[in-house]
């Protein structure tokens, strides 16, 4: 499958095809930033953009408490479902909204999966507690790939996932002091991480004890006493942090009620000695996405903290809520902002308060979203749209601001971080000679002084693994994801999520896509919001409401029989060279074909009576890469539609007459689809253009435009 996405260069490709879609935004959708928190009985999203009085959406899971969350790089979300009354389960929420569940796993699920978390190829690790702990890695299309059990825990009711930006090392809090990280897919151990702060000493006055050692906690924090070689009573212990005695070297909790009485006043503990907290959800802090910041990212229960490394010990840095929220705390779950340097915060002491906080410190915007989280039994999860781990692909973003004096933009994205860069098998670019992804953002306003539009775009190549490139939902067929290579020959799939602003029915746009490929053993497809495949121009893109997007993504139709079977042979006489001037006002289309190419050319034709082909004619514009959908035939052998139909000649031609007297003239390109997958979709004649037909309807209408 040679594929090129709009490149730059001009790259000659036999029996090149062209296919294009416009996005249709007609389904309401989740946007980059919206902010998914658990609850019992399904999932609240919250607009950040909106006022905190907005009534939140929701996505249902009736009677269930509901857990982590993540979204894979196609936007599409992988959730967490405790057993009430469903089983144990991981479901997979459908992209339009409201959002229907198009999966659900209980392979290998033994208990709650309460953490959630995709590597940089649309993988899966899922985390249940336990008195051992479970991750459970399945890939793209929810098969189960690894179980690696029986792992070290801290607590049996907790457990929290991230993974490193290499996608090699996952590191679990479980309800302790320890930050343990687990090489995969190999499944050893890195040395476990003991989080706290070092005591140099403490002293005892009058049933209080004083501590020695660097403050990073807050008044009221819960802190467990570990490692101490004198006054061992107090190892172990847990001790509330009083608002008395707080520096920067120094704080006070009180003795606890029974304890003896010979624990002396003053006490040098050596350098064993840590004064730790319980650790909850837990985020990997990468210094090139976090906003410099390296480390980790804990929810402590009274606080958030940074917590950085020194050898094994992890060192507890200053607290990000610090107060913010009042005197309630217990933040159990947070999530990053898709930028990195923000991240939201749920507070389930305090009526589940939801919180966005900037890493340079403070909240970012003050706004306190009242959510359900502290009714979800404890399991607490939080996620945010285009909020991606450190392992998974960057989405290069780009915004255009549309008018109706200015209503038309082209996006160029390129593989980032390279100076080779590839959208296409085989096909590869440098700096200067670069294969770009374009779209044409086509802006038609409805009204005259219509407002503007902002549309901004997000393209991410996933790097997959063979055979695991991910799939499209059940109701499309399961379609595999549209694979290309990169310089170093590994597989991608291309994903582009649109979105505009405003988006309502006043405001009209439309977005155009287009794709050039060589026939071959599958059918490439357009799918939308990974559900309805879109191969020719869209017209009527109707909109409506006013929280819209769309996610695209590139899928490939394998053909039935695959490869080795017979081919289109391309349009036939009169139909055959660039442009093609139809004379009268008919179109005839005529098509055979055979077993190779060279069977084509020496007339060798099969015969191919159970094709079930259709047509559409899409009018270019000026640039030739994008146009509208005018004209598209009933299928063969179909029961319905206004169109006429490609009929059977005997013993082997395909032909249709299409009635030109109501299609507008301009320059157009005939696109054949087989319905059957039997051949490969084509718009060329390879008798004497081994490329795309264009198609004069009208004097000189395809002056200027190049064939694809």
Same mark, same amino acid.
């Given at each position: ?38 609850? %019992? ?12 009085? %907005? ?12 857990? =982590? ?5 196609? &936007?599409?979300?992988?959730? !967490? ?45 899922? !985390? ?11 890939? $793209? ?44 897919? !190999? ?63 120094? &704080? ?71 107060? $913010? @929220? ?10 990053? $902002?898709?930028? !990195? ?24 915007? =003050? ?84 407002? %503007? ?9 996933? @790097? ?245």
């Amino acid at each position: 499958m040679k594929t090129i996405i709009q490149v730059t260069a001009k790259i000659v490709l036999p029996l090149l095809l062209l296919f294009a879609a416009a996005v249709c935004t007609q389904a309401q959708q989740l946007n980059v930033g919206d902010v998914v928190v658990a609850t %019992q009985g399904g999932y609240q999203v919250w607009n950040p953009t909106l006022p905190t009085t %907005q009534t939140p959406a929701t996505m249902t899971i009736a009677g269930n408490d509901t857990a =982590g969350c993540a979204f894979d790089s196609t &936007f599409r979300m992988r959730a !967490g479902v405790v057993l009430e009354p469903d089983p144990d389960e991981v479901v997979k929420f459908g992209i339009p909204f409201p959002s229907t569940i198009t999966q659900t796993l209980t392979s290998g699920i033994t208990g709650p999966p309460q953490s959630i978390v995709f590597d940089g190829h649309n993988n899966f690790f899922v !985390g249940i507690p336990g008195a051992t702990g479970t991750i459970l890695e399945y890939d $793209a299309s929810g098969t189960l790939q690894h179980t690696f059990s029986g792992l070290p825990v801290d607590t049996s009711t907790f457990i929290s996932l991230d993974i490193n930006q290499a996608g090699t090392i996952l590191y679990y809090t479980s309800g302790g002091f320890n930050i343990r990280g687990l090489d995969v897919p !190999g499944g050893t151990f890195e040395p476990t991480i003991a989080v706290g702060a070092p005591i140099t000493s403490f002293s005892i006055t009058n049933s209080v004890v004083t501590f020695q050692a660097t403050n990073t906690f807050t008044a009221g924090t819960t802190v467990t006493i570990s490692g101490l070689s004198v006054g061992t009573y107090f190892n172990g212990q847990q001790l509330q942090i009083l608002s008395t005695g707080l520096s920067g070297s120094a &704080f006070e909790a009180n003795v606890p009620a029974g304890a003896p009485s010979n624990l002396g006043s003053t006490h040098d503990t050596g350098t064993a000695a840590l004064l730790t907290t319980t650790l909850f959800g837990l985020r990997v802090l990468t210094p090139s996405i976090n906003a410099g910041f390296s480390g980790f990212l804990v929810a402590m229960g009274g606080d958030v903290n940074q917590i950085t490394t020194s050898g094994n010990t992890g060192l507890v840095g200053p607290p990000f809520i610090n107060g $913010a @929220d009042g005197a309630n705390n217990n933040w159990q779950a947070l999530a990053f $902002a898709p930028d !990195g340097g923000e991240f939201w915060a749920t507070n389930l002491a305090n009526n589940g308060h939801l919180i966005e906080f900037n890493l340079s410190g403070g909240e970012t915007t =003050g706004n306190v979203f009242d959510t359900a989280a502290s009714n979800d039994g404890g399991q607490s999860g939080v996620c945010v749209v285009g909020g991606f781990s450190a392992a998974q692909p960057t989405p290069v973003m780009k915004t255009f601001t549309l008018s109706p004096a200015n209503n038309s933009n082209t996006f160029q994205f390129t593989t980032p971080s390279s100076t080779h860069v590839s959208l296409g098998n085989g096909v590869t670019g440098t700096s200067t000679q670069t294969n770009q992804l374009n779209e044409t953002m086509v802006f038609v306003p409805n009204v005259p002084n219509s407002t %503007q539009v902002k549309v901004t775009a997000w393209f991410i190549e996933i @790097d997959s693994p063979p055979n695991t490139v991910g799939t499209s939902d059940p109701s499309n067929g399961s379609l595999p994801c549209l694979v290309v290579d990169s310089i170093s020959n590994v597989n991608r799939c291309g994903v582009v999520k649109v979105e505009f602003n405003p988006d309502s029915p006043t405001v009209f746009s439309s977005v155009n896509f287009s794709l050039f490929t060589s026939e071959s053993s599958v059918n490439p497809a357009w799918v939308s919001d990974e559900i309805t495949t879109e191969t020719t121009f869209i017209v009527d893109t109707g909109v409506g409401g006013t929280h819209h997007s769309t996610v695209y993504t590139l899928h490939e139709q394998p053909l039935s029989p695959p490869a080795g079977g017979e081919i289109s042979c391309g349009y036939q006489n009169p139909i055959t060279t660039s442009p093609s001037q139809p004379s009268g006002n008919t179109l005839p289309l005529k098509f055979g074909t055979a077993m190779s190419p060279a069977d084509c050319r020496a007339r060798n034709f099969l015969n191919s009576s159970t094709l079930m082909p259709t047509v559409s004619l899409v009018k270019l514009d000026p640039s030739g890469l994008t146009g509208t959908l005018v004209f598209k035939a009933k299928t063969a052998g179909g029961t319905s539609g206004p169109f006429p139909a490609y009929r059977f000649s005997p013993p082997s031609t395909w032909i249709i007459n299409i009635n030109l007297s109501s299609i507008p003239k301009g320059c157009y390109i005939a696109t054949t689809i087989d319905a059957s997958n039997q051949i490969g979709s084509f718009s060329y004649s390879a008798t004497t253009s081994p490329g795309a037909v264009l198609i004069e309807i009208g004097s000189h209408q395809c002056k200027g435009i190049t064939a694809p």
